[in-house]
């Protein structure tokens, strides 16, 4: 896969972003998240959820905190009822949704637990780029070559 240039936001800062699609059964949603190699799962906007129909009484729900130190309500659906898709790439989204405030500057999350655990990521940092490429648990290509 090849190398992806950091986006802008609307605040003008440049941020490794990537658009993935949300599944769930014949729906699907596509969003915006930065891909955050310090996120331990991924974590959503409880809209999208909504928007696939999913019944936030039927979600798993505890306490968490975000990175703001802001408690949250975690919502959570069993593994297996959503996927995640990059690109051609399709996987189980194993990751969290939250309630976004109005007004709060944040970001949807892709994190280790599901998208890095598909993928080879590689920020340069210096250049606002960042490689996505299959981990060797999904080979392509000739990618099994030994040296």
């Given at each position: ?60 729900k505890k306490e968490g905190r975000v990175a703001s ?33 109005p007004t709060a500057d944040s970001d949807n999350l ?38």
């Open positions: 896969m090849p190398w992806y240039k950091y986006s802008v936001t609307p605040n003008g800062h440049r941020q490794p972003l990537v658009a993935v699609r949300l599944l769930h059964g014949n729906r699907q949603v596509q969003l915006v998240a930065v891909v955050d190699s310090g996120a331990e799962t991924s974590l959503l906007n409880i809209e999208y959820a909504d928007l696939l129909g999913l019944d936030r009484n039927d979600a798993t130190g802001d408690e949250v309500t975690v919502y959570r659906w069993p593994d297996g009822l959503l996927e995640l898709q990059f690109e051609a790439h399709r996987f189980a989204f194993a990751g969290s949704f939250i309630e976004f405030p892709m994190g280790r637990r599901d998208f890095f655990s598909q993928f080879i990521v590689q920020f340069w940092d210096a250049k606002r780029l960042m490689n996505i490429d299959l981990s060797p648990d999904h080979p392509h290509g000739d990618a099994t070559t030994e040296i």
